[in-house]
């Protein structure tokens, strides 16, 4: 939902096309958990993007739940010394609905800004990806294949996702989207050992979103309405992948969108992803409430954070609220008519600030 304004309207007419037409298996490197792998460089034409680089897509189980992962730049690596190379890595937690896929084109920028030396992952939210039948089959032996996740889950999972998968000593840039931003504040609060080394906070959904213009709105829809759309969404569950296809075009006639962005919403076909994603965001609604001042003012010089100018999910008076807060604080408002769903749009543009205000901090500690 938070990920782009539009995505509820998508529910009742649902799409998929399988968007790797391939996956082979192998071990993760670190938390040794077995995955398939794909990578991706080829547009949704066919054309080869040479230019950009490579996206390697993992399908991993994290703590029985199916997680899926976009890496830029590789992985990290251990050497029988213990040095770990490279030392930083990007991590981006989404918005909701938590596909990575719409960050590909944010992660490869960032991946580039930094003279390709820094990785830049995008880790699904549970339960909202597309799941290859290896892990279905997985799920199904455990009895979990039909499990939705709150968003205390969705927390949780990204707790056993950093402890698993990230090794101790790489110091972390976490950037979050919308929920995302809430996440993370969430994260640092938990994990006292986190190797934190900033907190990018993209569009932050952190207080009242049931207050919020658009939380008004789509808020009574997730709540009260989430099985009708849910039961809707079977309906376009079977239409072929052309006509699928064909009405994503439409959807976005006349809009510049990556081929990422039309890979992500293709997965959102799935009545049991569309039910994961309304679920969360029922919760959303429920549970976020006061900011956390305390964690934010605790780790303050980590955080940055950027608000919209207009933005239906973090109004403007969130932004004024957080600046009377933390005067001190590093709290930015967007001048250049970025919209929420910057990922649809604007993620080479969002890329290269946060890798302007990153850039330093990343210079001491390399």
């Known amino acids: 939902m938070h990920a782009f304004r539009r995505g509820i309207g998508l529910i009742s007419r649902t799409w998929t096309i399988n968007i790797y037409s391939s996956y082979r298996m192998r071990s993760c490197a670190v938390c040794g958990e077995e995955v398939s792998m794909a990578t991706s460089s080829i547009s949704s034409s066919g054309v080869s993007c040479e230019e950009d680089p490579p996206v390697m897509t993992e399908n991993i189980l994290v703590d029985s739940m199916p997680t899926r992962i976009i890496k830029v730049g590789g992985e990290i690596s251990k050497t029988k010394d213990g040095v770990i190379s490279p030392k930083v890595l990007f991590l981006v937690i989404p ?9 590909e084109v944010f992660c490869q920028t960032l991946y580039k800004a930094s003279g390709y030396t820094i990785p830049a992952w995008a880790v699904s939210h549970a339960g909202h990806s597309e799941v290859p039948h290896s892990i279905q089959e997985k ?5 979990r294949d039909d499990e939705i996740y709150n968003l205390q889950q969705q927390i949780e999972h990204k707790m056993a996702f950093i402890e698993d998968c990230i090794p101790p000593g790489v110091k972390l840039i976490l950037i979050g989207h919308s929920v995302g931003c809430y996440i993370i504040v969430d994260l640092i609060r938990r994990m006292p050992k986190l190797n934190l080394l900033r907190a990018v906070l993209l569009f932050p959904t952190v207080e009242h979103i049931w207050d919020t213009p658009n939380g008004r709105t789509i808020g009574n829809m997730v709540v009260y309405l989430r099985w009708a759309a849910v039961a809707l969404s079977h309906i376009g569950y079977y239409l072929s992948d052309w006509v699928k296809w064909r009405l ?16 992500a919403i293709q997965q959102l076909t799935d009545p049991a992803r569309i039910h994961n994603s309304m679920y969360m965001a ?3 609604m429920e549970e976020i409430l006061d900011a956390d001042v305390s964690t934010i003012q605790d780790h303050l010089e980590k955080f940055t954070m950027y608000y919209g100018s207009k933005d239906n999910w973090a109004p403007r008076s969130h932004y004024e609220s957080m600046r009377r807060r933390f005067p001190e604080g590093d709290i930015r408002l967007c001048r250049r008519g970025m919209q929420h769903a910057f990922c649809l749009d604007s993620s080479e543009l969002m890329a290269d600030m946060v890798w302007n205000w990153m850039s330093s901090s990343i210079q001491e500690v390399q």
């Open 95 to 103: 918005g909701n609905p938590g596909v990575p896929e719409f960050y």
């Open 139 to 143: 799920l199904r032996a455990t009895d």
């Open 248 to 263: 994503i075009q439409w959807w976005f006639k006349g809009r510049k969108i990556p081929d990422c962005a039309f890979h």
């Open 282 to 284: 029922a919760t959303e």
